[in-house]
């Protein structure tokens, strides 16, 4: 997204005066956060220790064997095209999951499910089949920090991208007193992050109550990314979800709410691109029919693994111990120098650096640690007065427990001024 446009064909010099077709939004795209940590990281010569990068959330966790044998299993599937909609037997494994997960007296495979290549397509593509260009200035409501995809749904959609700050002052809950009445007069779609990327903050009821009653108000549709739903320390209290908070609160119909989810946090295959949406049916469908002309289907095979994915849940109450694993070890060893706690949910630390210049931080940790984070700030865009994410960096625990422990170390003794070992 936002890449160069195609080289024009050989042949004689054109006149310099051509303009390529080339869309004007894409313009308007800003820098993704891994580019800019490119560059800030540019030239830099860490030191002989093994690099360790815990910049990106890509789940580093083995994928479990029943997705693997299923997808090796389903090869033959490859000789056919598939449908949009997904095969009858994976809508009804996904539809069934959520009903589980989250004690949903219904949800119909057949209208209020679709299976979709992982979330990231689906949260831009959305964007895309619900936001309407030709009314005024139309706006879409995103988190601040958050993740970027929904600003450039936002902006190739046509609309503009409106900022609700999650501070630490507010305990990173959504300010939804920020906009005014004509702001949110003009706003389409609202993107929600739980539990939040990067603060691991999860909606309560409550919040959904007033998420609820501003889209009654207003006409907007909620888009509620919930990728990391199924990563949380208390295995006792799952966090809840946007399904069941509508069916507690008498919206058993889900209106202007879809939920989206994906199998690369919860079954650690972020290669297998697999994840499914959920919701309103009217929204479904209209979605379907932008999806059938953007050629997104599933695999068959990638089908087949995720069916086999969606109902297995022992490997996914094993992962979740590997990350409690790794947190009761790194968070004593990180908080007395980054104040850092446990989150709600989600495999980050949102930590707070020493002297709050988070670009600063992440650079000389690399320098002198060969350690990898993600400066706050390229997650967050100042917004009223403030830029949410500068002071912090976000830290993902996503190797194996032995490397994460040895990157807390080398954090630690940076943070706290002491030479790391060699």
């Known amino acids: ?103 949903l007296p219904k949800l119909d495979p057949a209208t209020e499910v679709l299976p979709v290549n992982g979330s990231r397509e689906a949260l831009f593509a959305f964007a895309q089949t619900v936001v309407d260009a030709t009314k005024p200035a139309p706006l879409v409501a995103m988190p601040n920090p958050f993740y970027q995809i929904y600003e450039g749904a936002a902006l190739l959609a046509g609309a503009s991208p409106v900022f609700l700050n999650q501070t630490s002052d507010r305990g990173f809950a959504l300010d939804l007193d920020a906009l005014d009445d004509d702001e949110w007069r003009r706003v389409q779609l609202v993107y929600v992050c739980s539990p939040a990327n990067p603060s691991g903050k999860v909606l309560t009821l409550d919040d959904w109550r007033d998420l609820f009653a501003l889209a009654d108000r207003w006409g907007f549709v909620i888009a509620s990314d919930e990728c990391y739903s199924e990563i949380y320390l208390d295995e006792a209290h799952p966090p809840p979800g946007g399904l069941e908070a509508a069916v507690r609160l008498g919206r058993d119909d889900y209106r202007n709410l879809v939920v989206f989810t994906s199998l690369s946090k919860r079954s650690n295959v972020p290669g297998l691109r697999s994840g499914a949406v959920a919701g309103d049916a009217r929204l479904l469908r209209a979605f379907l029919r932008y999806r059938t002309y953007h050629g997104s289907a599933m695999g068959p095979a990638v089908q087949q693994a995720s069916i086999a994915a969606w109902n297995d849940e022992a490997h996914v109450v094993d992962n979740r111990a590997k990350y409690r694993d790794k947190f009761a070890a790194i968070v004593p060893i990180l908080e007395p120098v980054l104040g850092v706690t446990p989150p709600e ?55 194996d427990y032995r490397i994460c422990v040895e990157a807390a170390r080398r954090v630690a003794a940076f943070a706290a001024g002491e030479t790391v070992d060699r």
Not at 77 to 86: I, R, V
Not at 351 to 361: I, K, N, S, T
């Open 345 to 399: 949910g989600g495999f980050y630390l949102w930590a707070r650096v020493p002297g709050g210049d988070d670009e600063a931080f992440a650079r000389e940790l690399y320098r002198k640690t060969h350690v990898t984070v993600l400066p706050g700030s390229y997650l967050a865009r100042g917004n009223r007065g403030v830029q949410p994410g500068r002071g912090f960096v976000r830290i993902a625990l996503v190797a």
């Open 1 to 103: 997204m936002g890449g160069p446009a195609a080289a024009p064909p050989s042949g004689p010099p054109l006149d310099p005066s051509y303009s390529w077709p080339v869309n004007p939004r894409l313009d308007a795209l800003h820098p993704y956060p891994f580019e800019r940590l490119n560059a800030l990281l540019a030239g830099v010569e860490p030191p002989d220790l093994p690099p360790i990068r815990l910049s990106i959330g890509e789940p580093q966790h083995p994928a479990p064997q029943i997705v693997l044998d299923a997808l090796a299993g389903a090869l033959e599937g490859l000789s056919s095209y598939p449908l949009t909609a997904g095969a009858p037997a994976l809508r009804e494994a996904i539809a069934a999951w959520f009903r589980r997960r989250y004690s």
